[in-house]
């Protein structure tokens, strides 16, 4: 594949190499040298290496060759290519969108090592010089993406060329499809016992009278007490949209002015109490103290017959699964679409049956196309916002396994022919760019003549 995408710089990897760098030219030893330039755009030997650096670290197993090298160079290069086009055409990045991408990526570096202060500890650095030192290369790399994402949504494939492509793959390469299932859920969080749930507001309102009345520090609160996320960075939560938060937390930190308290929040992952930082536009950035109430304090029987009172409306009411999936899931992201569960990263409905989720597979082994399972075990959201829930399933389809062909997997070569068209115009449209950009090269590359 000779077209790359790259995430953005990591901080953590490229300080690293280039206080290693800075110590061997300390000892006479000159590691670093201009190996291209893109306009007035110089690249150096220890970019690429901070690149490589990366794609170690993220790719185990990976063994690192000569050709790797250079063909990192040359998507850096386009890399910069694409950005002298983006002034072209003149994508805007405005400052918040650029400090919002720096704090997400600083506060993913924070949860690796637990505090900001462990992290500029470790990079010899404040934050306020962090961001100094990276703004410029976090707009460049936002004005690339756009740019490259406006290029991507514009390619798109016919009928034909699909057909055309399944046609021109050899009869002894054509894939094997393995096993794989089409499925609907219905979500029910089980709700609280009251006096778990009292308890968990009485602790909230306990410690927001500490921060109110009595002066305590909220940072220090949240680092000692709160379940939420961030809580080791004082509970705070980035600049962020206010459609991105739950609707309870976002209309709450939304009515208070900056430096206000909330007053005690409920939400389906407990309790908060919430200080607004500031607000710049309809953006918002906090600082939150979560108490959560254990999941062996949820009341899961209630749970349970709600869904067998949900499935028997189905099988012996005749109602619709999608209807009822609309109205009471209590999953929002499938809700919408009648329940229907997609694959997260292809959003292709089809499910290999052998990646299911353990728990999943064994509901679904011994359904018919048509039929609900029984109440099973499920974990709703990611990270600090996970919940145990209940689910019923619904087997919609079962395509057992086969070789691929047009009339039963016509969306799968089609998504592979559209990801290979994309590749080809994308490589095609970059190289049409250099053609108006001054690429001048400092080092030799001998795999030149081969891409």
């Keep these: 594949m000779r077209y790359l995408l790259f995430i953005l710089l990591s901080i953590t990897i490229l300080t690293a190499i280039k206080v290693e760098n800075a110590q061997a030219q300390q000892s006479g030893q000159v590691l670093d040298e201009i190996v291209a330039m893109v306009n007035d755009n110089i690249i150096l030997r220890s970019d690429i290496d901070a690149r490589i650096a990366e794609i170690m670290a993220q790719q185990r197993g990976i063994e690192y060759t000569d050709r790797i090298w250079y063909d990192v160079l040359e998507s850096v290069i386009d890399n910069y290519v694409m950005f002298e086009q983006a002034k072209i055409d003149s994508i805007v990045v405005t400052g918040d969108e650029v400090s919002r991408a720096m704090d997400q990526q600083i506060q993913r570096l924070v949860a690796q090592v637990g505090s900001e202060e462990a992290l500029e500890r470790a990079l010899g650095q404040s934050l306020v010089q962090i961001r100094a030192q990276y703004r410029d290369e976090f707009r460049r790399e936002i004005m690339v993406d756009r740019l490259r994402g406006q290029k991507i ?17 050899p009869q002894d390469s054509i894939p094997i499809i393995p096993e794989s299932v089409e499925i609907s859920h219905i979500v029910a969080i089980p709700p609280t016992k009251d006096a778990a749930r009292d308890a968990a507001f009485n602790r909230a309102s306990t410690l927001r009278d500490s921060i109110v009345v009595h002066g305590a520090d909220f940072e220090t609160l949240a680092r000692r007490h709160s379940d939420g996320p961030g809580a080791s960075n004082g509970g705070f939560l980035p600049l962020m949209p206010l459609s991105d938060l739950v609707s309870q ?70 109602a619709r699964f999608s209807d009822l999936a609309r109205k009471h899931s209590e999953d929002p992201m499938t809700a919408q679409r009648g329940g229907r569960v997609v694959n997260p990263e292809s959003g292709q409905r089809r499910l290999v049956t052998e ?76 190289r049409g760019m250099r053609n108006n950009v001054y690429v001048e090269y400092r080092i030799d590359n001998p795999y030149t003549s081969l891409r």
């Design 153 to 169: 949504q514009s390619i798109n494939i016919t009928r034909p060329e699909v057909i055309e492509f399944f046609n021109s793959i």
């Design 249 to 318: 937390y976002a209309a709450a930190a939304a009515a208070l002015q900056p430096g206000e308290i909330s007053e005690v929040v409920e939400t389906r992952f407990g309790f908060h109490v919430i200080r607004l930082n500031r607000r710049v536009g309809d953006q918002i950035e906090t600082n939150h103290i979560l108490i959560q109430i254990p999941e062996d304090e949820m009341d899961e029987d209630f749970a349970r017959e709600k869904l067998h009172a949900i499935r028997d409306s189905v099988e012996t009411h005749g």
């Design 355 to 430: 990646e299911l989720d353990p728990a999943l597979y064994r509901a679904i082994l011994n359904l018919e196309e048509g039929e609900i399972s029984d109440p099973v075990r499920f974990t709703i959201g990611s990270g600090n916002t996970r919940q145990q829930a209940l689910r019923i399933v619904l087997l919609n389809r079962r395509i057992p396994e086969h070789v691929a062909n047009l009339d039963m997997d016509y969306d799968i070569i089609a998504n592979f022919a559209l990801q290979n068209k994309r590749m080809e115009v994308m490589d095609r449209w970059v």
